[in-house]
């Protein structure tokens, strides 16, 4: 059998190939996958491949890149061809991989506990004292049994003779296992057959794994467990709320916790909460801004005095993000005979510290074939590949290296080996890293069977998911039965039955309630200017004015119109105006403003929502995008898709959420938003109209949605106290003032630590509008001899509407204050 | 002799301060110098939690929690300490400062090995050339660590112009290097960068240092404030203390509280506040011999 599948370069340098000794016959392990893929064939394969991108877009897959200009939330890709390794193997690099964090988790004990290391010469003191990462407050900590690491990530490389080498290690938040599950699910699903028959490790015992080590971490029987993540513009952020939802730990922001009487707390709209166990993503010297950096507003004042205390677990513990440095490989050999007696299994790439004298020389002498690199990354300078130097460079570099040279490591540029990618009809072949994940279970250690395996974005560059680039699902081809326990859908334990919810952070409570309003108010901002639209151009002048004042409803303060009170607007500028309302994102009251809101706070709670709102947020943000040679009668055709996504959306929260506390917040947000526009819509018409408004009423049922139960009650008459009734008093109309009030209060009163005061307050607003009895207030044609007298009532309607205008954002700044507000405000730094 | 100190913070916020988190260090450590005898901390309001510890360098530090909303802050920390007669270390003859460079890394004994760790760049104090070139002035070749320590001392003293308003606890040292004007604070990190640009070990010293009335006149109470000064490492002698703001090696007119690699490792009262807007600070420190 030969190889045909590779078209383009089928191998290059002298790299190894992962797929093919001899670039014609694949290795034994391979020949089984490359066989399917043959048969499936280039076509089908583009197919799924199409398939594959549709779910990542659909998962919301992301991965942040802060140098893209094209900005936040760029598509995670992913190559449907899994890398595969074979049993044999993968035992040479588990053992290599374990034996690893053992002695990492050896060495930190002793650099944060006795230090004979640095007493005995075998630590380079500098590598400590100059580290930026060497958190001295953590030093004599008690920290749980062999627990400062909890995760190990480490990134992998195979050098031309086949051999694995270690390129670094990621020590104190490693990221990426939450992507190699989602690769997983997804090359899994795009090649069901193979996946199926090749016998391969599942991740999901991992993953059990890590969530028993985290439990297992605190003293508790049922502890609290957070996951604590810089935000959602941190890169890896969409990995968060994953992993979050995956484990079933709480996702939260350093502004979510609270430190009280040295214990950590979660703010939650039921109170303060008790948190035994951080699972961060935050660096090391972010967590605390009290002890470690005070200018980091990612962290929460007081964490290391609650460590110190004992009262909250960290995994990985602060402070290991000192032996992230490269520098210390030169040191491994030793320190492993030394410290565990054997001698190191898995190599560590060709390194040179400067800090040793005989390293500088040889680096001074050999710049043109090594990559300089910070020894302590958060210096945060590029890698410098001395050959690519000018002659002037160099001397600069060397100026630099003799200067402070313990700042410094060369590392040998190792050939990276290729692996087989599938992409524009053919399979080519790109080098590749893997980066392989080791768990400190308590009782041991256990590795993810493969991991993530990153892809160069071009032949032979850089491997970096920063500089973009794919990454592939890495198979563990086992040579037993394999245990196929998914987390998601665990079989073989019971399950204990629960109910209640774990309490809502007060930040998520704030972000569901502003979704809610959101949608709300982009579904208000685009049902007026559909109607507006439609009607504008064949208006005449008396029912633009009409139009006109229902524009005048939205309260636009960056309304392009001129004031009312200098001249009226043409229908020209009115044209305008519509535009900008609906697509100029630059204008706050914009409709694609509104919906970049809500993409961007559905993102933020991500983990709350299910699978297909996402979708559906994702698809709002792009269903209003408008060119300029959009024809302003195309827009209400837009506008209907728009709306007809929103509806979706409405539905699923209606229909597909449990009444939890989030979808509280989220509809008491929608109920607010309405009964705020639909009060400023319904003062429209509560002074006497004339014949010539009478369009007014047939737009405000239109856009309420009301004009099918309008005319199936009083056929084709408008009368401005029929559409009042309709839209106003009618308690079964759900688009209804009355209605709004009546489930706000409904929804308000199942709140804890609701405020009294303004509950009684919505009962009573309710009670004032149902005491009008819209029979007596007389609605009649101005001119008729007894408007003056009628026209009281509807006076009095008025001002109790206007008074409503003022009552409901208060409700909204109210429960801001009293859920939201503590998990809004920043700490500020005093005395430094 | 003995020293009592009163040392008195107070924060006025524009608006309330809802929480509160605070760490003090403002208890003088007991040294070969002088020993605490006594220290108290009262803080009003008064705070939900209180705990002391000692850092990594050995220092007394103070964390409290304030719960209730406040919109003013005072920490007011009395100690006495009583000082002890000693020989200034400087006087002793020293090795040339080229080797004491040498041996920092290459002695492994615990006071030089726990010592090494001040000859790098910390948060606030930079290694640059021209703190080195400034340096060498005084550092000439062969010269004796201790007689190059005081010139140095000298001429940071009589070269920077005290002025308080010319800087901040932020500015950063190249600027103050360049203006060649600042507080006690300012000159204490301009000389440890110079030293460490030399490759030399010096900590940052926070403390408290006697002032006396002009002659005939009564001393004024709170008058004083909260000092900073240098200290140095020479393998075989050990640290020795000196005082670039008055060009003195400090004896016992100066009251250790505490060191580190800068200011920021002995800030005497820092904390994070939520709410309070803008705020202002008032500090006064009496220092009365008993």
């Not at chain 1, 509280?664 to 319904?682: H, K, V």
């Amino acid at each position: 059998m030969t190889v045909d599948l590779y078209q383009t370069p089928l191998r290059y340098g002298d790299a190894y190939d992962e797929l093919s000794a001899d670039g014609v016959t694949p290795r034994p392990h391979w020949a089984r996958l490359m066989e399917s893929l043959r048969a499936i064939g280039p076509e089908e394969l583009g197919r799924r491949c199409v398939r594959a991108e549709r779910r990542i877009r659909e998962n919301g897959i992301t991965y942040n890149i802060y140098s893209d200009p094209l900005g936040a939330n760029r598509p995670w890709e992913i190559d449907i061809v899994p890398f595969l390794i074979a049993a044999d193997e993968w035992r040479v690099i588990e053992h290599g991989i374990i034996q690893r964090a053992q002695l990492l988790s050896l060495i930190l004990e002793d650099l944060y506990g006795a230090q004979s290391l640095l007493s005995s010469g075998r630590f380079p003191a500098e590598l400590l004292y100059a580290n930026p990462a060497f958190l001295r407050p953590m030093v004599g900590v008690r920290v749980p049994a062999h627990s400062y690491l909890h995760m190990l990530a480490v990134d992998l490389a195979r050098s031309p003779d086949g051999r694995w080498w270690v390129l670094s290690d990621r020590t104190q938040a490693p990221s990426g296992s939450g992507y190699a599950l989602e690769n997983r699910t997804i090359v899994s699903d795009v090649l069901p057959n193979v996946f199926r028959s090749s016998n391969v490790l599942r991740l999901a015992p991992f993953f059990r794994a890590q969530r028993d080590a985290l439990t297992a971490l605190s003293e508790r029987s049922n502890p609290r467990i957070v996951l604590l993540t810089p935000g959602p513009h941190n890169e890896t952020y969409f990995e968060h709320s994953y992993i979050a939802r995956y484990l079933g730990f709480t996702l939260v922001e350093g502004a979510d916790l609270t430190v009280r009487d040295r214990s950590v707390y979660l703010k939650t709209v039921d109170g303060l909460e008790q948190v035994d166990v951080i699972l961060r993503r935050v660096d090391d010297s972010f967590c605390d801004p009290l002890e470690l950096r005070s200018d980091s507003l990612l962290g929460v004042p007081g964490l290391v005095d609650a460590i110190v205390a004992g009262n909250v677990k960290v995994a990985n513990a602060l402070g290991s993000g000192v032996i992230e440095t490269a520098a210390i490989m030169p040191f491994l050999p030793g320190l492993c005979r030394h410290m565990t007696g054997e001698s190191l299994k898995l190599p560590s790439v060709a390194t040179w510290w400067c800090g040793q004298s005989y390293a500088l020389d040889w680096v001074l002498k050999h710049l043109d074939s090594v990559v300089l690199k910070p020894a302590f990354p958060s210096r945060g300078m590029e890698p410098v590949f001395g050959a690519k130097l000018e002659q002037a460079e160099k001397g600069k570099l060397a100026a630099r290296l003799q200067a402070q040279p313990h700042e410094y490591v060369a590392q040998e540029q190792i050939a990276l080996s290729n692996a087989p990618v599938w992409g524009n009809g053919h399979f080519y072949s790109r080098s590749v890293v893997l980066r392989a994940y080791v768990l400190n279970t308590g009782n041991g250690w256990t590795a993810i069977p493969g991991g993530l395996v990153r892809v160069a974005e071009a032949e032979g560059s850089v491997v970096s998911m920063q500089r973009g680039g794919h990454s592939k699902d890495a198979w563990v081809l086992w040579d037993s039965p394999v245990d196929t326990f998914s987390l998601l859908h665990p079989r073989n334990q019971p399950v204990a039955l629960r109910r209640e919810l774990p309490g809502v952070p007060s930040s998520v409570a704030d972000r569901v309630f502003w979704l809610g309003r959101y949608v709300e108010r982009a579904e208000n901002t685009a049902r007026i200017t559909r109607t507006l639209i439609s009607r504008v151009r064949r208006a005449g002048q008396e029912e633009l004015g009409c139009l006109l004042r229902l524009h005048r409803s939205l309260k636009s303060r960056q309304s392009k119109l001129p004031k009312a009170k200098k001249r009226r607007a043409t229908a020209l500028e009115f044209e305008h105006e519509l535009v900008s309302i609906i697509s100029d994102v630059k204008r706050t009251d914009s409709l694609a403003f509104t919906l970049s809101e809500v993409s961007r706070v559905g993102n933020s709670v991500r983990e709350r929502l299910s699978a297909d709102m996402m979708i559906l947020i994702g698809q709002l943000r792009t269903s209003i995008q408008i060119g300029r040679d959009t024809q302003f009668a195309e827009y209400p055709a837009t506008l209907t898709l728009c709306l007809e996504l929103l509806s979706a959306f409405s539905g699923m929260e209606r229909e597909n959420t449990t009444r939890g506390l989030g979808w509280l917040f989220m509809s008491i947000g929608r109920r607010l938003e309405r009964a705020i526009y639909l009060t400023r819509q319904l003062r429209e018409i509560t002074w006497p109209l004339g014949e010539q408004d009478w369009p007014l009423l047939e737009c405000l049922l239109e856009i309420a949605d009301s004009s099918m139960t309008y005319r199936t009650r009083y056929y084709t008459t408008l009368q401005p106290l029929a559409v009042l009734d309709v839209l106003m008093a009618d308690e079964s109309n759900p688009r209804s003032l009355d209605f709004q009030l009546a489930h706000l209060a409904d929804l308000y009163q199942r709140l804890p630590r609701r405020l009294p005061s303004d509950l009684q307050a919505m009962r009573d607003a309710l009670a004032l509008l149902r005491s009008f009895d819209l029979r007596t207030i007389g609605y009649t044609l101005p001119g008729d001899p007894a408007a003056a007298k009628d026209s009281e009532g509807l006076a009095r309607l008025g001002s109790v509407l206007e008074g409503l205008e003022r009552l409901l954002p208060s409700w909204s700044d109210n429960l801001s204050s009293r859920y939201f507000s503590h998990a809004r405000t920043l700490p500020i730094t005093i005395g430094l | 002799m003995i020293y009592k100190i009163i040392h008195r913070t107070t924060y006025k916020y524009k608006y309330p301060v809802s929480v509160g988190s605070h760490v003090a260090c403002l208890k003088p450590r007991s040294l070969t110098r002088h020993r605490l005898a006594q220290s108290e901390l009262h803080i009003e309001p008064s705070p939900a939690t209180m705990t002391e510890r000692v850092d990594y360098f050995g220092n007394h530090l103070s964390f409290f929690t304030i719960e209730e909303p406040h919109n003013e802050l005072v920490v007011e920390a009395r100690s006495q300490v009583v000082m002890e007669e000693n020989e200034p270390l400087l006087t002793q003859s020293s090795p040339p400062w080229e080797e004491v460079v040498k041996s920092l890394p290459q002695d492994h004994s615990p006071s030089t090995v726990e010592a090494y760790q001040f000859r790098f760049e910390s948060p606030r104090i930079r290694i640059r050339p021209e703190f080195a070139a400034y340096a060498r002035q005084s550092f000439s070749p062969g010269r004796a660590m201790c007689e190059a320590l005081l010139d140095l001392t000298a001429r940071i003293h009589k070269e920077f112009r005290f002025d308080s308003k010319s800087t901040h606890v932020r500015t950063p040292i190249e600027e103050v290097f360049r203006k060649k004007r600042g507080v006690c604070q300012d000159f204490a990190h301009v000389q440890i960068a110079c030293l460490r640009s030399l490759r030399l070990a010096a900590r940052y010293v926070s403390g408290y240092l006697r002032t006396y009335p002009p002659p005939g006149q009564p001393r004024l109470v709170g008058a004083d404030a909260s000092h900073a000064w240098v200290s140095a490492y020479c393998p075989g002698i050990g640290w020795l203390d000196l005082d670039p703001t008055n060009n003195v090696v400090p004896s016992n007119g100066h009251v250790t509280i505490g060191w580190g690699r800068d200011f920021g490792d002995v800030s005497p009262l820092h904390g994070l506040i939520l709410g309070g807007g803008a705020h202002t600070l008032k500090v006064a420190v009496d220092l009365e011999a008993l």
